[in-house]
Every structure is written in structure tokens, then in C-alpha cells.
């Protein structure tokens, strides 16, 4: 069994995780894109590769140039690396921005159409990498959407600290369908691919989407941070808020109303083989549960 991973951006919120959840179970040996040199890696006990590391998005945009050299050349350097010192598996962590804007559903099908930096470098790195794929050397992408959890950063957090300085919130009804993934449920999706390619192999483009199994709402995802706050929020709606967000912080209206939904059958299909007596892929968490670990954390 695959024991030793290497992990870059272990000092971030996803490697850091991951390393916590699976220190029982891994030998993990970190990298620094900042501080080390790619050819200093000893790959002698590496089996897998998991590339957590990215230039992401800046509230002072860098040119794309950067996000390239970042989010393109240091993977697949690394990766080809790997692949040249016998490495197994190369987990690439992507995202949902290759998917581009103003789409309201990601399914088998949709098309990636990337209209960031961000997006569109990770979407380079990508078709780069595959390439690389074959039985002896597996490339896996996973493509999530907001990851929260327990200090996470992000839009989550900001909704915590409203929720917690403010009894009256006009975000009532808000029926939009907005699909996340907690930091567990990822975690357990990246243990699931390394385990699946060490029992059955995985060929072709091994592309997975990450999320919970159940898109919320806005308004719900109040609730239930309330209610595992243990805080009375009285959520109303005020006419013409809508309309007046939308005008003065668009991309904020977009963040509170705005749909975003995440089929993760995708994912299901492909872990497992239907040849297998496996059960489909299940997250161990509900969104429920997950908003409680976000509140409270665990011990990991």
C-alpha cells in the first residue's frame, strides 16, 4: 500500500488539513515552492504526489504571466519529475473557476469556458499534466468548489461573523442553490483516489468534481450556522435590497443569490469500477454535520 506522499502547500488550509486527518495513515514528506528547489527532491520513497500549492485569487491581480509560472510550470515540472523517478500518482487540486462564469449547474458535460487568471491557468495546468497520464504514472484532477470548515478562509467565514455580531440579517428566502465542500468530505475524496489507484488502477482522464451531496441556500446556510452557534437570527426580507446590492456590490449579490450547483455523480460513477463489489463513493458527511464541524471543529 502507498505509504509516503509528497505534499506541496502543506503550510495552506487543504495540505495542512489533509496531513492532520491522515497523519495515522501517511508518511508525509512537504515541499515549498518558495523555499526549495524542485530538483532537491529525494523521490526514492515517494509513491504519490499530492500538489495542494497555488497562486490564487488576489485582491491586487497579478498578470497572468505570474499565475502561469505559479499555477502551470512548477506542477508540471514537478510532475515530470516524479514521473522520470517512478512516482505512482500525481493528485493535481484544480478548481471550479476552470468552469468560467455565470453558470448556475456543473454537470458531466458542461464545458470549461475559464474567464479569470486563476481559472484559466489551472485549467492550462490541467491539459498539460494529463498528457502526462498513463497506467504507470496516474494524473487525477479534483475540481472543488468553496471548501469550508473549521478556520477556513473565505465568504463562509465573513457569513459566521455576521451571523454572530447581528440579530437581524435581510437574507430571508433566498432560494438559490449553492453547492460547497467541506474540508473533511475533500480530504476523505483525496484518501478514496489514492487508495482506489492502489487496488484498481485508474486510466483515461481522471477528472473529479468535489462537493457535499446537498446544495444549500443562503438563508439555510444561515440556519444552520446559527443554530450551531446557538444564536437567534431573525432573517427578513427588505424590499428593494436585492435590486439595491446588485447595484452597488454585484459580485457580493452574486455570492449571496446566486445558484451554483455541484453534481458530484460524477464523482460517484467513477469511484467505483462497476466490476468491483464496491459500494458507489459516499462522503462521510452531511452538509449538516459538516456546518457543526466548521462551528466546533474535531480532533483529528
Same mark, same amino acid.
Given at each position: 500500500?502507498?505509504?509516503?506522499?509528497?505534499?506541496?502547500?502543506?503550510?495552506?488550509?487543504?495540505?495542512?488539513?489533509?496531513?492532520?486527518?491522515?497523519?495515522?495513515?501517511?508518511?508525509?514528506?512537504?515541499?515549498?515552492?518558495?523555499?526549495?528547489?524542485?530538483?532537491?527532491?529525494?523521490?526514492?520513497?515517494?509513491?504519490?504526489?499530492?500538489?495542494?500549492?497555488?497562486?490564487?485569487?488576489?485582491?491586487?491581480?497579478?498578470?497572468?504571466?505570474?499565475?502561469?509560472?505559479?499555477?502551470?510550470?512548477?506542477?508540471?515540472?514537478?510532475?515530470?519529475?516524479?514521473?522520470?523517478?517512478?512516482?505512482?500518482?500525481?493528485?493535481?487540486?484544480?478548481?471550479?473557476?476552470?468552469?468560467?462564469?455565470?453558470?448556475?449547474?456543473?454537470?458531466?458535460?458542461?464545458?470549461?469556458?475559464?474567464?479569470?487568471?486563476?481559472?484559466?491557468?489551472?485549467?492550462?495546468?490541467?491539459?498539460?499534466?494529463?498528457?502526462?497520464?498513463?497506467?504507470?504514472?496516474?494524473?487525477?484532477?479534483?475540481?472543488?468548489?468553496?471548501? %469550508? /470548515?473549521?478556520?477556513?478562509?473565505? @465568504?463562509?467565514?465573513?457569513?459566521? !461573523? *455576521?451571523?454572530? #455580531?447581528?440579530?437581524? &440579517?435581510?437574507?430571508?428566502?433566498?432560494?438559490?442553490?449553492?453547492?460547497?465542500?467541506?474540508?473533511?468530505?475533500?480530504?476523505?475524496?483525496?484518501?478514496?483516489?489514492?487508495?482506489?489507484?492502489?487496488?484498481?488502477?485508474?486510466?483515461?482522464?481522471?477528472?473529479?468534481?468535489?462537493?457535499?451531496?446537498?446544495?444549500?441556500?443562503?438563508?439555510?446556510?444561515?440556519?444552520?450556522?446559527?443554530?450551531?452557534?446557538?444564536?437567534?437570527?431573525?432573517?427578513?426580507?427588505?424590499?428593494?435590497?436585492?435590486?439595491?446590492?446588485?447595484?452597488?456590490?454585484?459580485?457580493?449579490?452574486?455570492?449571496? %443569490? /446566486?445558484?451554483?450547483?455541484?453534481? @458530484?455523480?460524477?464523482?460517484?460513477? !467513477? *469511484?467505483?469500477? #462497476?466490476?468491483?463489489? &464496491?459500494?458507489?463513493?459516499?462522503?462521510?458527511?452531511?452538509?449538516?454535520?459538516?456546518?457543526?464541524?466548521?462551528?466546533?471543529?474535531?480532533?483529528?
Amino acid at each position: 500500500m502507498f505509504k509516503n506522499l509528497l505534499i506541496t502547500g502543506s503550510n495552506g488550509y487543504l495540505g495542512n488539513s489533509f496531513i492532520n486527518q491522515y497523519k495515522n495513515k501517511y508518511k508525509f514528506e512537504k515541499f515549498s515552492l518558495l523555499n526549495q528547489k524542485l530538483e532537491d527532491i529525494n523521490f526514492d520513497a515517494i509513491d504519490v504526489v499530492l500538489h495542494c500549492a497555488a497562486l490564487v485569487h488576489q485582491k491586487v491581480e497579478h498578470p497572468y504571466e505570474k499565475y502561469y509560472e505559479v499555477n502551470v510550470e512548477y506542477p508540471l515540472r514537478l510532475a515530470k519529475i516524479a514521473k522520470e523517478n517512478g512516482v505512482k500518482q500525481f493528485i493535481f487540486i484544480s478548481t471550479i473557476a476552470v468552469y468560467g462564469e455565470g453558470l448556475e449547474k456543473l454537470e458531466k458535460d458542461t464545458s470549461c469556458n475559464p474567464t479569470t487568471h486563476y481559472g484559466k491557468s489551472k485549467l492550462e495546468a490541467e491539459k498539460q499534466l494529463l498528457e502526462l497520464n498513463n497506467e504507470d504514472f496516474v494524473v487525477c484532477i479534483i475540481r472543488p468548489p468553496m471548501v %469550508y /470548515g473549521k478556520n477556513a478562509p473565505g @465568504n463562509i467565514d465573513s457569513l459566521i !461573523k *455576521l451571523v454572530k #455580531k447581528l440579530p437581524i &440579517l435581510p437574507l430571508a428566502k433566498i432560494n438559490n442553490k449553492r453547492s460547497f465542500v467541506s474540508i473533511q468530505n475533500l480530504c476523505h475524496l483525496i484518501d478514496e483516489i489514492i487508495r482506489f489507484r492502489i487496488e484498481y488502477g485508474m486510466t483515461g482522464e481522471n477528472i473529479f468534481l468535489a462537493s457535499d451531496d446537498e446544495p444549500l441556500s443562503t438563508s439555510r446556510l444561515i440556519e444552520l450556522i446559527a443554530k450551531n452557534l446557538d444564536k437567534k437570527v431573525y432573517l427578513i426580507k427588505i424590499p428593494f435590497f436585492e435590486s439595491l446590492l446588485k447595484l452597488l456590490k454585484p459580485s457580493f449579490h452574486k455570492r449571496l %443569490y /446566486g445558484s451554483l450547483e455541484v453534481d @458530484n455523480s460524477i464523482k460517484k460513477e !467513477k *469511484l467505483y469500477p #462497476k466490476s468491483t463489489s &464496491l459500494k458507489r463513493f459516499k462522503n462521510p458527511y452531511s452538509v449538516e454535520e459538516g456546518i457543526k464541524l466548521m462551528i466546533y471543529g474535531e480532533k483529528v
